[in-house]
């Protein structure tokens, strides 16, 4: 962790089918996704999780429970979050889960095109940043959409780790961004599928290549994005971002975390 702390917005993605294991009932709970393009939510396909890592449920303040790593709930409850323990220095656990019991679950996600999207494998997360998990928008981000075309494409691994065919092959790439005066050509090209496919990327497991991938294609979208989607199409990424945000926030679907 850096001197300067870096702002992520938090989206909150509401769990459409609680698991009776979950003994919660009624309350609304979330798995919630550490981001740094908030304006890009429109283009949610699905979330991801790393199988082998250790999650919790945790309560926030609200009454609402929140899916999230360990280490990330202590520092919600630093930033009060979640909810007070009196006497206590980290915030408490109702259960502990692994990210292969949260894969399949059903999710309905803020500004997505889709009623309903699914809990993937990633197996490049890191547990140390963010909440461990990711929100999924293959048109802007390299890794999402090379992991969902992996899932896509491999049987094998589906069968491996339980992931069904329907919680994948019928999400679309969604075009959220075009490009100024450029063209269709150029809006192609700067768009995540088109830089992955051009550096042959072969699994998401590829990480050199898809660092430079996402160098590429988060600079073109951040000083040369326009929206195509939403309350804000036809107006520029960097004039907008934080207005998507404080919008999200405001209608509570998503808030604002620091690391
Ligand atoms: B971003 P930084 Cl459209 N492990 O959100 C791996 N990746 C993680 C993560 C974790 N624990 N937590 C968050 N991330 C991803 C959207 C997005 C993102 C787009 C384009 C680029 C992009 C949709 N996924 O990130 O290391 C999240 O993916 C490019 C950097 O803190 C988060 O923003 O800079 C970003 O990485 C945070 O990465």
New binding site residues.
Partial sequence: EGVNP?E?TLIKLRVKEIPEAWDLEDTPVFLV?????PE?MY??TNCFV?PEGQYGLFRTKEGEIFVC?QRSALNMYYQDILEEKENSTSPRCLMSLSGQELVGLPLEAPLCQYSTIHVLP?F??????????????P??????YICLRDWKTRANWRDQYNVKEEWCVPFEVQEILTFDGDGEDEASFAS?PAVCEQMKIGSHREKDKLAAA?KE??QK?FYSGIMNVGAYKGQKVADVKAKIKEDLIEKGEALAYFE
């Fill in positions: 870096q992520y996704a550490a981001t740094l393009r890009t283009g949610q790393l790593s990633m490049t997360i890191s547990m140390s940043k963010g909440t461990g998990v990711v929100t999924s928008v048109a802007e981000a390299p890794d999402d995540a996402k294609v988060y979208g």
